[in-house]
């Protein structure tokens, strides 16, 4: 186990957290598992305003380990923790792993040979596989937690390719954050208010100034805690509301006027009927009925702000 700070670090990781004293405990003890002495790697722990513990477990964590370093980012928010940790970072790629979540045991080794591997990607996620307290409930089922791509070490496909990864298993350029400005504060959790968007705004910047630099590592796996409250019907529905919310976004984002929002509305309405058929057939769950017709209202929404108050998504964005 190293106990000295790598003196070149290639890559560096940050773990963001608020109020998540045993969570994080866990996920730097799963990555700590994975440390060894001459490996080229250091990891930075944001502390974004928590009320509880969690700085003192931090700074425990680095007194005993050289190879972390313990931060606090005062702007609340899950865009400003972060990018507190990747200015902080001396690494030439930057990883991102969230705080509920624990690295498989080779996640470190898959993302080393990542980057040996994945050329002139700017952008390289794994996937993502939740650990339930409860199971889901009836409108969804365990594979709406799972997040996966390809099969392969490879390239996203071009269809995904401008939404890129899910944030919590992610790893960027560090000059790639930096040309861009890292992540966009007004978007991402902040505190215990639920939104998101921030990884999208980022890479949907960066595919269109640099096309489809992404990489899919499937050994580069994390384990994402979905406790009780996000298996509840209520809140699986503010989620798809809020999906909904960042669907309008990628529309916009990517030219898209009223008539782009008028036809996502019938587009979306065609497609709830589709699916009801198909779960009243039992060829499906009830969830893509449900979310289609979230997308449509929503677009409706955006539509009514366009035509009527000449308002972008962008300037309500925290209409949620």
Not at 206 to 217: E, K, L, P, S, V
């Given at each position: 186990?190293?106990?000295?700070?790598?003196?070149?670090?290639?890559?560096?990781?940050?773990?963001?957290?608020?109020?998540?004293?045993?969570?994080?405990?866990?996920?730097?003890?799963?990555?700590?598992?994975?440390?060894?002495?001459?490996?080229?790697?250091?990891?930075?722990?944001?502390?974004?305003?928590?009320?509880?513990?969690?700085?003192?477990l931090i700074e425990e964590w680095a007194d005993k380990r050289?190879?972390?370093?313990?931060?606090?980012?005062?702007?609340?928010?899950?865009?400003?923790?972060?990018?507190?940790?990747?200015?902080?970072?001396?690494?030439?790629?930057?990883?991102?792993?969230?705080?509920?979540?624990?690295?498989d045991k080779d996640w470190l080794s898959a993302a080393l040979?990542?980057?040996?591997?994945?050329?002139?990607?700017?952008?390289?996620?794994?996937?993502?596989?939740?650990?339930?307290?409860?199971?889901?409930?009836?409108?969804?089922?365990?594979?709406?937690?799972?997040?996966?791509?390809?099969?392969?070490?490879?390239?996203?496909?071009?269809?995904?390719?401008?939404?890129?990864?899910?944030?919590?298993?992610?790893?960027?350029?560090?000059?790639?954050?930096?040309?861009?400005?890292?992540?966009?504060?007004?978007?991402?959790?902040?505190?215990?208010?639920?939104?998101?968007?921030?990884?999208?705004?980022?890479?949907?910047?960066?595919?269109?100034?640099?096309?489809?630099?992404t990489w899919y590592a499937p050994r580069m796996a994390i384990?994402?805690?979905?406790?009780?409250?996000?298996?509840?019907?209520?809140?699986?529905?503010?989620?798809?509301?809020?999906?909904?919310?960042?669907?309008?976004?990628?529309?916009?984002?990517?030219?898209?006027?009223?008539?782009?929002?008028?036809?996502?509305?019938?587009?979306?309405?065609?497609?709830?009927?589709?699916?009801?058929?198909?779960?009243?057939?039992?060829?499906?769950?009830?969830?893509?009925?449900?979310?289609?017709?979230?997308?449509?209202?929503?677009?409706?929404?955006?539509?009514?702000?366009?035509?009527?108050?000449?308002?972008?998504?962008?300037?309500?964005?925290?209409?949620?």
């Amino acid at each position: 186990m190293t106990e000295t700070q790598p003196i070149n670090p290639v890559l560096s990781v940050v773990i963001c957290t608020y109020n998540r004293r045993d969570f994080v405990d866990k996920a730097i003890s799963a990555f700590d598992a994975q440390m060894a002495e001459d490996l080229p790697v250091e990891l930075i722990v944001v502390n974004n305003n928590s009320s509880d513990d969690t700085q003192d477990l931090i700074e425990e964590w680095a007194d005993k380990r050289g190879y972390i370093s313990a931060r606090i980012e005062t702007e609340q928010g899950l865009s400003a923790a972060r990018n507190n940790g990747w200015k902080a970072a001396r690494g030439r790629y930057v990883g991102f792993l969230d705080d509920d979540a624990t690295a498989d045991k080779d996640w470190l080794s898959a993302a080393l040979e990542a980057l040996q591997n994945c050329g002139e990607a700017l952008i390289i996620g794994g996937p993502i596989y939740p650990v339930f307290e409860d199971s889901p409930p009836w409108i969804v089922g365990k594979d709406h937690y799972i997040r996966t791509w390809s099969v392969a070490d490879a390239p996203l496909e071009e269809k995904d390719a401008k939404g890129g990864f899910f944030g919590g298993n992610m790893i960027i350029r560090r000059d790639t954050l930096a040309e861009f400005g890292g992540f966009d504060p007004n978007y991402g959790m902040k505190g215990d208010k639920v939104w998101g968007a921030e990884e999208y705004v980022l890479f949907n910047a960066i595919h269109d100034t640099y096309g489809n630099r992404t990489w899919y590592a499937p050994r580069m796996a994390i384990h994402h805690f979905e406790g009780r409250i996000k298996t509840s019907v209520s809140y699986i529905l503010k989620r798809g509301w809020i999906a909904s919310q960042i669907h309008c976004l990628k529309l916009e984002q990517d030219g898209g006027g009223w008539y782009r929002f008028a036809g996502g509305v019938k587009s979306h309405t065609v497609l709830a009927f589709k699916n009801m058929y198909r779960w009243i057939t039992g060829k499906s769950g009830p969830w893509p009925m449900i979310s289609c017709t979230l997308h449509a209202l929503c677009l409706f929404y955006c539509l009514i702000f366009y035509v009527i108050w000449g308002r972008s998504i962008s300037d309500s964005h925290n209409f949620n």
